[in-house]
């Protein structure tokens, strides 16, 4: 079988190449007379016999002190292992050489010794003796197992379904004590399998294996690896071994794993290079039907198949998540297998009991069923809530990250020059047309606004709506990218005062010459945009002089739902085919309970007149708004939760947002702010709607079997006594038989 190593960067030596047998660990134990005891000791013409027979096949790398080799048990791409003896004991081993001089010989030494003594304590994988560190070439010693690999005993054919699940139940175990130790596997197959006397599993060659915390791409063996570990860019993950479980588990069963075949073999050799290679086999998998052999096993079991289904699934988001997810699965089986018998005992007897049973079970179902709803309300809510609170403390920690960051480019020395100096010429030139005519400081910030944008691209987040500075009076001396406002004056806005609320413009309270700018870095409350109509808002930060004298604000500005668009792509907010809810998210201005961003405002071609609309939540609902900050903790939870909502939205988009909802509030810390988590309150329930129904339509079933069980006994018993009576009734009337003797005769 081929084997992917991600270690090589020489084409040649990934892989679809067929190595020799690959098997320096696969053939440990093989092709050897030497008793299986660990402790027998060789007669020194059984030892020359070997060491002569091994000469003749292998040229011994290096002689080991300590130890006799007697003979070559494999050769791999590495390296080759050997059978030795320990002199002082005569205890039997494989020492494993890595004698191919390549670049990354060490590193997989070096990672294989490792993992192996991490996992020394384990009876379900091969035992470190010893290594040569500072050898030439390096070495370590392992157990030898004479019975040699899995691949081997394989070579005769499938095995049958119970000693097939015993060993994949044994290689689970070894598998779950790696994984608990941090270590991923990463090449499982039955070459790298072996089996000591007992014919008990050991799993060995850790090789490709890696840490759980690796970011290191681990590429395995052809059809025993997953679909998406064959990526040169893949990170380890523990439902690589999950799948190559059931390609192990299918080998066993039907006598090659899945998806090989001569045609798929030839399709990988035809790419060019080891990318291709690795994309064939991908759509290879894919594109190929879902493997069925394993059903049309004698004597496999549903549970069985279900395990291996799910095991083998291309898609690892429907895989068992980890090794112990296996494990329970096929301890499940064992219990349903050893309950079997008794179920079908049971079978009768209930149905006839569920008849005498039928208004009390009807009762318990109702009031299962109101229970199951009221749970799954609150775990749906709690799940919501969970979400609202992960939203309302990533868009605290975004703007906290966003205002620190244009803190320090306010204190950028430069930028701070530059703007002392056209403060002190009262902005001069600040409008002029002409770039080279413009103090200094605007191309200064035009960097930094180049370099920003830059970034966000690159992360794929949506740049600042705008960057602009105001003088001390309010007035916008500079903005990026250019537009109207220049030479304004925003000295009624929020971002330019910070007290918490925005002037009249031109009003008698908007005196530029009254009002103060900011102080401290701040987040404005939200605003519409005059040309958008959507929500914004804006974290400025005031300049200030070596006088410690405010002479200017900084400010950015952004559209409140591009805030939240970068979270709805990591929150659990969309469509969760398993509860069959959709979940949305919103944001809410908390005194007032306007709607400050919806999907509704966010989607595009939205008529200005509706986003120039106020769309407010209900009264009880603002009142909840206000309980989040209080600090009770009793009604700051029933404040969080409301299980009847309201979508203020709903009049405009009534197919989507109509009914009402299951939703969860969450203050935004420093922020006069609500996220907002809902889902539809009867897909949420449906579930239990379908659980009621299926109980009764259930019910109802087993009351019409009950009947009909009785109503046949009932049946078949009068019958035999009806049947009874008449022949007796018939004897009767008939009188003796002809034949029969009379009491009476003549004299």
């Not at 400010?555 to 969309?574: F, I, S, V």
């Amino acid at each position: 079988m081929p084997n992917l190593s991600s270690d090589n960067s020489d084409d040649s030596q990934h892989g679809l190449i067929p190595v020799a047998q690959e098997t320096p660990s696969a053939q440990n134990g093989a092709a050897t007379d030497v008793p299986s005891s660990d402790t027998v000791i060789q007669d020194e013409p059984a030892q020359d016999r070997g060491r002569q027979l091994s000469v003749l096949q292998h040229q011994v790398p290096a002689e080991v002190p300590g130890y006799q080799i007697i003979q070559c048990l494999g050769e791999g791409a590495f390296g080759s292992v050997w059978h030795a003896v320990e002199q002082n004991t005569g205890k039997q081993v494989a020492i494993k050489f890595y004698s191919h001089r390549r670049s990354l010989d060490w590193s997989l030494f070096n990672r294989e010794v490792e993992k192996l003594a991490a996992l020394y304590t384990s009876r379900r994988i091969v035992g470190l003796i010893g290594v040569g560190w500072d050898h030439d070439p390096p070495y370590y010693v392992m157990e030898y197992l004479k019975n040699g690999s899995l691949a081997a005993f394989l070579s005769d054919g499938p095995l049958p379904v119970n000693e097939s699940v015993r060993i994949i139940t044994a290689v689970v175990h070894g598998l779950l004590h790696a994984h608990g130790s941090g270590i991923l596997h990463c090449d499982l197959k039955p070459a790298n399998i072996l089996l000591d006397t007992d014919e008990e599993p050991r799993l060995c060659d850790f090789g490709q294996s890696r840490l759980s915390d690796e970011q290191l791409p681990a590429l395995g063996t052809l059809f025993y690896m997953a679909p998406e570990q064959a990526d040169l860019k893949a990170i380890p993950d523990a439902r690589w071994d999950v799948y190559a479980i059931g390609a192990l588990l299918y080998h066993m069963l039907c006598g090659s794993p899945p998806y090989q075949s001569a045609e798929a073999f030839k399709q990988i050799n035809m790419a060019e290079n080891l990318e291709e290679r690795l994309m064939r086999y991908r759509e290879l998998l894919r594109s190929s039907p879902p493997p069925l052999a394993h059903r049309k096993i004698k004597g496999i079991d549903r549970p069985l198949i279900e395990i291996l289904d799910r095991c083998l699934e291309l898609n690892p988001k429907r895989r068992y998540a980890n090794v112990q997810s296996v494990l329970d699965a096929l301890q499940s089986r064992e219990k349903w297998r050893a309950r079997k018998p008794f179920i079908l005992m049971g079978v009768i007897a209930p149905l006839l009991f569920l008849a005498a049973m039928w208004p009390i079970a009807t009762n318990a179902v109702r009031e299962a069923v109101d229970s199951a709803q009221s749970n799954l309300i609150d775990r749906a809510v709690e799940s919501d809530l969970l979400t609202a609170r992960v939203l309302a403390n990533s868009l605290a920690d975004e703007l906290e990250f966003r205002k620190n960051e244009f803190q320090r480019i306010s204190r950028d020395p430069q930028l701070l020059q530059a703007l002392e100096e056209a403060a002190a010429e009262n902005w001069e030139g600040f409008d002029d047309p002409d770039p080279g005519k413009q103090p200094r400081f605007t191309n200064i910030l035009n960097e930094f606004k180049e370099l920003n944008d830059l970034e966000r691209t690159q992360q794929g987040v949506k740049k600042d709506t705008s960057w602009f500075i105001t003088d001390v009076r309010g007035k916008q001396v500079w903005r990026s990218p250019d537009g109207k406002y220049i030479g304004r004056n925003y000295a009624w806005r929020d971002y330019f005062h910070g007290l918490g609320r925005d002037f009249i413009e031109n009003s008698d309270e908007h005196n530029p010459d009254k009002i103060q700018p900011i102080s401290e870095p701040h987040i404005s409350i939200p605003f519409k945009s005059t040309e958008t109509q959507r929500y914004m808002l804006a974290i400025t930060v005031p300049v200030i002089n070596a006088d410690k004298e405010t002479i200017g604000v900084l400010a950015r500005t952004t559209q409140l739902g591009n805030l939240l668009e970068k979270y709805e792509k990591h929150l659990d907010t969309q469509h969760d085919p398993q509860l069959n809810v959709d979940r949305t998210i919103a944001l809410y201005e908390r005194t007032s309970g306007v709607v400050l961003d919806h999907p509704v405002l966010s989607s595009p071609n939205i008529p200005k007149s509706l986003l120039a609309t106020e769309f407010i939540v209900a009264p009880d609902v603002q009142s909840k708004f206000q309980e989040l900050g209080t600090d009770s903790d009793l009604s700051r939870r029933e404040a969080e939760r409301e299980m009847h909502f309201r979508d203020p939205m709903a009049p405009s988009k009534p197919e989507q947002f109509e009914g009402e909802w299951l939703a969860a509030f969450a203050l935004v810390p420093n922020a006069n702010w609500v996220a907002v988590v809902q889902e539809q309150r009867e897909a949420a329930l449906e579930p239990v709607d379908d659980m009621r129904n299926g109980l009764v339509k259930r019910g109802t079933i087993a009351l019409l079997v009950a009947a009909s069980l009785i109503g046949m006994f009932w049946y078949f018993l009068r019958r035999m006594v009806r049947d009874r009576r008449e022949s007796k009734r018939q004897s009767r009337k008939d009188g003796p038989h002809p034949g029969s003797l009379s009491s009476t005769g003549t004299s």
